[in-house]
């Protein structure tokens, strides 16, 4: 997902890469780890808000609940990274 990698990506851009990554969702199979590094560069972003990190995060819970702590975990982390940048 170069769009959370890069630090010019526009919060519209996050939203719009997002609403597609969950447009196919089903066709994706992403991993646990995947899903883990997505939350983690989505909340690192410079461009990334509480909402659109929180409403990500919920999004894949309803995927996977038995994972969100796990999920939780992940956003801590990037928010936590962010936070000493």
């Not at 609403?19 to 196919?24: A, Q, T, W």
């Not at 590094?37 to 509480?50: C, P, V």
């Not at 990190?53 to 969100?68: D, G, S, V, Y």
């Amino acid at each position: 997902m170069m769009v959370l990698d890069s630090s010019s990506s526009s919060l519209d851009d996050l939203q719009e890469v997002l609403d597609k990554l969950f447009s196919e969702y089903d066709k994706l199979e992403l991993s646990k780890l995947q899903i883990k590094n997505i939350l983690i560069a989505l909340s690192l972003h410079k461009n990334a808000q509480k909402d659109i990190i929180i409403e990500t995060q919920k999004r894949f819970e309803e995927k996977h609940p038995e994972l969100a702590m796990e999920f939780e975990r992940s956003v801590k982390k990037g928010l936590d990274a962010r936070g000493r940048r």
